[in-house]
């Protein structure tokens, strides 16, 4: 099933799933945190046409921590096992963030920590 795009706060979203997960990153507790939609891309592999790059789907800035966050509606989906080791991968390539993987549950997100 292909995903459908969906805007709010005022972004374009590629996923009703990734537009719910904004809605909750907005309603995290107060503070000096914020949240950006697919702000960076990261170079895993090589350069240019022959590369491969990875864009996470959220960076969220803390006070003290930058985290990144692929937001999916099920890792089962086609494609999320190769987003999945995408996320590994910049999880070691770049160990100085805090990397997530995120989807759906019943009564909220299921948040996995990817460490190097």
Do not use: C
């Not at 022959?50 to 985290?67: C, K, W």
């Amino acid at each position: 099933m292909k995903a459908r795009p969906k805007t709010a706060h005022g972004v374009d979203f590629r996923s009703t799933t990734e537009a719910n997960f904004a809605a909750y990153l907005e309603g995290r507790k107060p503070g000096n945190h914020r949240w950006y939609y697919e702000p960076v891309k990261f170079q895993l592999v090589g350069r240019g046409k022959s590369g491969v790059a990875y864009t996470p789907d959220f960076m969220v800035v803390d006070e003290d921590r930058i985290s990144f966050y692929e937001v999916k509606g099920s890792w089962r989906a086609r494609g999320a096992s190769s987003t999945r080791k995408s996320l590994k991968m910049a999880a070691a390539l770049y160990p100085m963030f805090y990397w997530y993987g995120v989807n759906p549950v019943k009564k909220g997100w299921h948040i996995e920590e990817f460490v190097p």
